[in-house]
């Protein structure tokens, strides 16, 4: 099983201001096809998931540009440009290489 | 629009058996690989099952392999999971989710919709 391990696990942030996290898998998640399989996801307080990123750096339809994915192999990072009040709640990565789908344990972004 | 509807969540004793469906609209579900996601009481998420387009291949996580069953019935727009004998740490919110396709890339494009979770509670 790939182990997915993010940091950091809390992040408070200041709207306006840039933030980051970071998601490290236990082995490469990049494709024979060029593509690294790696998708972020936010989780808003009492809602469903939803896609941020896919194929580690592809937002996915109406996120808006201030979110951005990067990175290949093992090492991953989300970057949000400027925060807004509304990008509160807990961010997760997960591998969708192979074997069973493994999610990170999180990080919860909150305003200071 | 796409909606994914779970339900047939509940109260159910250790050790026996419960159904969760998700009834899915708005798309080609017979085009789509199928997921169950499920979430804990206050925890992270946690990757459940998938299923291919077809029912052809199915994966599960390590914790629920050989007690819970992914299905689906195409003509019916349908998913399923079967969860057989129970545990109190199966308690959680369980969620469908469709498996997205880039046709640009031609390849996954992510878990791209989500229904909003039926509760499990494992409990005497």
């Known amino acids: 099983e790939i182990v997915m391990t993010q940091s950091p696990l809390s992040l408070p942030v200041t709207p306006g201001e840039p933030a980051s996290i970071s998601c490290t898998s236990s082995?490469?998640?990049?494709?024979?096809?060029?593509?690294?399989?790696l998708e972020w996801y936010l989780q808003k307080p009492g809602q469903a998931p939803q896609l941020l990123i896919y194929l580690g750096s592809y937002r996915a339809s109406g996120v808006p540009d201030r979110f951005s994915g990067s990175g290949s192999g093992a090492d991953f990072t989300l970057k949000i440009s400027r925060v807004e009040a509304e990008d509160v709640g807990v961010y997760y990565c997960?591998?969708?290489?192979?074997?069973?789908?493994?999610f990170g344990q999180g990080t919860k972004v909150e305003i200071k | 629009q796409v909606q994914l509807v779970e339900s047939g969540g509940g109260v159910v004793q250790p050790g026996r058996s419960l159904r969760l469906s998700c009834a899915a609209s708005?798309?080609?579900?017979?085009?789509?690989?199928m997921h169950w996601v499920r979430q804990a009481p206050g925890k992270g998420l946690e990757w459940v099952a998938n299923i291919w387009f077809d029912g052809s291949n199915k994966y599960y996580g390590d914790s629920v392999r050989g007690r819970f069953t992914i299905s689906r019935d195409n003509s019916k727009n349908m998913l399923y999971l079967q969860m057989n004998t129970v545990r109190a740490e199966d308690t959680a919110v369980y969620f469908c989710?469709?498996?997205?396709?880039?046709?640009?890339?031609?390849?996954?494009?992510?878990?791209?919709?989500w229904g909003q979770g039926t509760l499990v509670t494992v409990s005497s």
């Open positions: 989710a469709r498996d997205g396709w880039s046709s640009v890339l031609a390849a996954a494009a992510g878990l791209d919709y």
């Open positions: 708005g798309f080609t579900f017979s085009s789509y690989g």
């Open positions: 997960k591998q969708a290489l192979e074997g069973p789908r493994t």
């Open positions: 082995q490469s998640l990049l494709h024979s096809n060029g593509y690294n399989y």
